[in-house]
């Protein structure tokens, strides 16, 4: 069965403190794996797609990548206003049309 | 380019009331979704429409319908709201090209 676990469900870290968000994956034929932010009241907003083991994309103080089996969304020295709930989802190759979502990792920095 | 937009906002119904959520897209893509998003549960996919003309049931579609009325446009009915229809209900839509997927703000949905 398909599925994505992300790890910690919660972080809580100082401005400047670098770290990691985990997605774990299992999937028969990976088609993409997705990186949303999503703030309160808010829809998910698309951050990354990563397409193959060995891919890497960066954007400010976010890094992602991606193994075969799970990708890491890396912060590097964060600010208050990357405070968020961090999403990661899948598509497998046979079904397209459908993602499979984790539950989120809710980050805190504290300035 | 307004993306993905939904109405309303809030909305609090009472038991057995019916309501229609609307969602549309300018980026001309064919498929579209909805969610429902609750503390603990993630997002979970109620029904979604590969195209026009066509609706497919996702995870939990017991207590909705949908309709696409055309490319742009996608709604959900609940005919006869229950308390835990309470939740937070986002649309969605997605690049063929890409897999990446859009969505509107979400409707806040309260039913007592």
């Known amino acids: 069965e398909d599925q994505v676990t992300q790890s910690p469900e919660a972080l809580r870290l100082q401005e400047g403190e670098s770290s990691s968000l985990n997605c774990s994956y299992t999937v028969s034929g990976l088609r993409g794996l997705f990186w949303y932010r999503q703030d309160p009241g808010k829809g998910p907003e698309f951050l990354f797609t990563?397409?193959?083991?060995?891919e890497e994309k960066e954007k400010e103080r976010l890094k992602a990548t991606l193994t075969k089996k799970e990708s890491f969304l890396h912060i590097t020295a964060p600010k208050p206003e990357d405070s968020a709930t961090y999403l990661c989802?899948?598509?497998?190759?046979?079904?397209?049309?459908?993602?499979?979502w984790g539950l989120g990792t809710s980050l805190a920095v504290n300035p | 380019n307004a993306g993905v937009t939904q109405t309303p906002k809030f909305q609090v119904l009472k038991t057995g009331q019916s309501m229609t959520l609307q969602c549309a897209q300018d980026m001309n893509h064919n498929s579209m979704y909805w969610y429902r998003q609750d503390p603990g549960m993630g997002l979970r996919l109620i029904y979604y429409?590969?195209?026009?003309?066509?609706?497919d049931k996702g995870e939990v579609p017991n207590g909705y319908n949908v309709s696409r009325l055309n490319k742009r446009e996608f709604s959900l009915r609940l005919e006869s709201a229950a308390p835990s229809q309470t939740s937070v209900y986002f649309c969605?839509?997605?690049?063929?090209?890409?897999?990446?997927?859009?969505f509107g703000p979400g409707t806040r949905l309260t039913v007592t």
């Open positions: 990563l397409y193959s083991a060995g």
């Open positions: 989802a899948v598509i497998n190759a046979g079904n397209n049309r459908k993602l499979i």
């Open positions: 429409s590969a195209s026009e003309g066509t609706t």
């Open positions: 969605a839509s997605i690049s063929e090209e890409t897999y990446e997927q859009y």
